[in-house]
């Protein structure tokens, strides 16, 4: 049975789906007189096609059990989605699987490991998973498309790929 | 000398300004096969005139002591801007200071207290005091717009307009 073992988030591993929002390694500058640091432009919304508008969502997410067997991926072609996880416990974590843009090709998925309020923009058309959060229910904030068109395919897989814990 | 006192920060008495973000009376359904509960378009960016993109930066701004003489206020009239504080503690506060778009006229100031991870998007144009941000260190998520132009205007008070605790 193929498996999935989630590496660490970071920004060269996961460059190919998109962006890493994290402080670490962020341009940063002082603005508001000096009272506030700016980490500037840590995820980009790519997600003006055929009309579409920038909105901020939340998504509460039911923890998942591991291992979990991977039975769908979708995207969105028409636009990126940003994920940024309402909790500032270091402990804190979730799971992300991702696989390029273009035809899905179940060998090419990849998982990664979330920390802290670390986020993730994914790239418009890549495939992931839907949220994987862990131990506890889970608020993230999510910046995506609203618009006409349809924004959101899925792909079904049989289960035999199993996402399991690092 | 006189007083800024915060209201309660609430849809209907912040509507002139902007959004609130919140969960309590947004929109929801269940996505995800059933996983994940989404609080659909809490904010919608107004950032894509003169070519702008929408962005996310993280905020981390120093604590504020009350009382706080207003000294200057800001806008940016070339797009909305959101702030999200990046706390699921309860008892996590900021302060907000607005004023309608247009010429600012001081005797028009509101102040506003949010709580817990309860948002604002401020709309293009409406004029606000930097983050207060109160008691500690607090990092916000931040939804604006990066692009050409000058997007950030500012004007200076004599400080007699003083923000009081509630």
Redesign the interface.
Known sequence: MPQLIPEPLSRTAFAPYGEV?M?EG?RHYP???G???????????D??SEGG??????????P?RLPLPVT?MERHPLGSQ?F?P????PEHAYLIVVAPAGEFEPQQMRAFIARG?Q?V?YGKGVWHH??IALHSVS?F???DR?GQGNNCEEVALDGSWVLQAR
């Open positions: 929002m402080l962020a603005i508001n007189q009272t506030t640091e700016r980490y500037h432009a840590l995820a980009c919304a997600t003006q508008q920038t909105i901020l969502s939340v998504f509460r997410a039911q998942r769908i940003a940024v309402l909790s500032t416990d309020w986020g923009n839907p949220l608020d904030l999510v910046m609203m």
